[in-house]
């Protein structure tokens, strides 16, 4: 993909491998779900990278301790925007890319619409602006395919329990803000998504996650 591509194009060629992102709110079973998918995946021979944003690499775990477990006040809203786009930057250069390039599939827990979502929506720092920020800074690589695992609000702070980083103790009405985002970036381009009510059983899910990948990997080949 060409360094020259402007903000906020959609560019989804990167060489061989599959690149396949997993969103929702917390506690919506995201890290469950990407465990189960790199499982099967790796039973049937493929080439299968985990990952996860932020901490996915060495300076991503720095990045993740100071913008998730400071005090809260500790990160300004527009720098928080900014330390989340530094880690994907570098995450999908050393990590992404070049997995991608070699033909694996990729698999993170969380990518840009993340940062749509929390830091565009909820801080309210502008859905355009920080969705802009994202792709320029991953050159304009996006998942082949998003499964957003929809949970409600009041059900994601269940499942969360007692501990929790700066993000997960905002109020309610700020994560029905992520949620609603959520859905609407994925109304607004339902070939790329796979949207799953999450308060099904674990299994119903990886199962229709499986499905999905298994037909987009037999159309690759």
């Known amino acids: ?38 499982g ?4 049937q021979g493929r080439d299968v990278v985990r990952t996860h ?13 100071l913008v998730l477990h400071g005090p ?14 530094a880690d994907r930057a570098h995450h999908v250069a ?11 599939v990729v698999i993170t827990d969380r990518y840009l619409d993340s940062s749509v979502a929390y830091q565009g929506a909820a801080r309210r720092l502008g859905h355009d602006e920080v969705r802009q920020l994202s ?8 998942p082949d395919l998003t499964v957003l695992l929809d949970v409600p609000t009041g059900e994601g702070r269940a499942r969360r329990g007692e501990e929790h980083d700066r993000l997960e103790r905002e109020a309610d009405d700020f994560h029905e803000r992520v949620r ?33 990948v298994a037909r987009m990997l037999e159309e690759a080949a």
Do not use: N
């Open 72 to 85: 809260d006040g500790s990160v300004s809203p527009r720098a928080e925007a900014l330390i989340f786009a």
């Open 1 to 38: 993909m060409s360094e020259q591509t402007p903000p906020g194009t959609q560019v989804c060629g990167h060489g061989r491998g599959l690149f396949v992102a997993f969103e929702g709110g917390d506690g919506a079973g995201k890290s469950t779900q990407a465990g189960l998918l790199a």
């Open 94 to 104: 050393t990590l992404v890319r070049p997995a991608l390039e070699r033909g694996a």
């Open 40 to 43: 099967w995946l790796t039973e």
């Open 53 to 65: 944003e932020p901490g996915g690499t060495e300076l991503g775990r720095t990045l993740r301790e």
């Open 135 to 142: 792709v320029w800074a991953v050159e304009g690589l996006l």
């Open 180 to 212: 609603r985002t959520f859905l609407d970036l994925a109304g607004d381009d339902p070939g790329r998504y796979l949207v799953l009510d999450a308060t099904r059983p674990p299994e119903e899910l990886a199962g229709a996650v499986r499905e999905r």
